[in-house]
């Protein structure tokens, strides 16, 4: 369809397709890794205001997000078989409008933080250069997948600042919590299209850790598992904590076997299972914090 007789709510829908509307897992994603530190930090009750101020936010930023990354892959994305019927790629929106639409929906989560502390405010001109730069990183280095858990796992440190007026140990090991879990989901990702990738000259960690990703996948979730069990052990949370930790661990070996022989597909399914992780652990929390009350 041509750009020039489009109507506003064909334009519309194409803006939606854009930001990815219509596949929310990236914003599930996201999501998990604010919400533990919304119900950590404020013991269960988080405040009404910072919870619809970082809900908000998630939406708006992986949004954002995902305009500023295919105008960053508007010279690829056309060549990539899991890509190459999105908007920008198929010419249906310009690049100044993707533009456009990151800065829009970037200014509207700014304005949201402001309604937050001076502390959180500062933390989240960190969080715009992160969402910002991360679509280039993969020109350049073969960790792009690290960029993007430090952009994920960026609001964490923010709602801790935003609930509690500060940043304290627990907010930075949740922080790299993550990191590692968004570089084990992103490399399962990342799979999915290595072969394109690898014709292209596009980087990742799928590439880099090649025939060992599956072991470093496994190691990551691992780890991540371990940080989740020494934060129960430390602030000595309750039973139904550390059952949703071991239900997340099965969703973590239930991708491995997912990914055993590589399938694109299954890859894919392996990342998507991901959701299902962060869920666990979410449920974990908030039944602890409903069992001691």
């Known amino acids: 369809m041509s750009q020039a007789v489009m109507t506003l709510s064909q334009r519309l829908v194409q803006y ?21 530190a919304l119900w950590l930090s404020s013991e269960g009750q988080p405040d009404p205001l910072v919870l619809f101020v ?8 992986r949004s954002a997000g995902c305009a500023i990354n295919d105008f960053a892959d508007r010279d690829f994305d056309a060549h990539v078989k899991r890509t190459q019927l999105r908007p920008l790629a198929q010419g249906r929106i310009s690049h100044k409008e993707a533009v456009m639409v990151f800065v829009v929906l970037s200014l509207i989560a700014f304005v949201l ?67 590692l879990w968004t570089v084990a989901y992103d490399t399962q990702y990342a799979m999915v299209d290595r072969d394109d990738d690898v014709k292209i000259g596009i980087k990742s960690t799928a590439i880099l850790f090649d025939r060992y990703d599956r072991l470093i996948i ?49 890859c894919f399914k392996a990342f998507l299972n991901n959701n299902w992780f962060g869920l666990a652990i979410f449920a974990g929390i908030v039944s602890h914090y409903l069992w001691i009350a």
């Not at 970082?54 to 930023?61: E, R, T």
């Not at 609930?163 to 907010?171: E, R």
């Open 16 to 36: 939606g397709l854009l930001v990815r509307l219509n596949k929310p897992i990236g914003i599930l994603l996201l999501l998990w890794p604010t919400l533990w």
């Open 113 to 179: 933080v402001c309604l937050m502390n001076a502390l959180t405010i500062a933390l989240s001109f960190g969080g715009a250069v992160l969402a910002a730069s991360y679509p280039f990183m993969k020109r350049y280095t073969h960790l792009p997948q690290m960029v993007l858990g430090v952009a994920f796992g960026w609001g964490v440190p923010m709602v801790y600042a935003a609930q509690t007026g500060s940043v304290p140990i627990i907010a930075w090991i949740l922080f790299a919590l993550t990191v």
């Open 54 to 61: 970082f809900i908000s936010g998630v939406v708006l930023m």
């Open 218 to 266: 496994g190691l990551l979730h691992f780890s991540v598992i371990l940080g989740f069990l020494l934060i129960g052990w430390r602030y000595q949370l309750s039973m139904p904590y550390f059952i949703g930790v071991i239900v997340a661990t099965g969703f973590a070996i239930y991708q491995q076997f997912l990914i055993r022989h590589r399938q694109p597909s299954s």
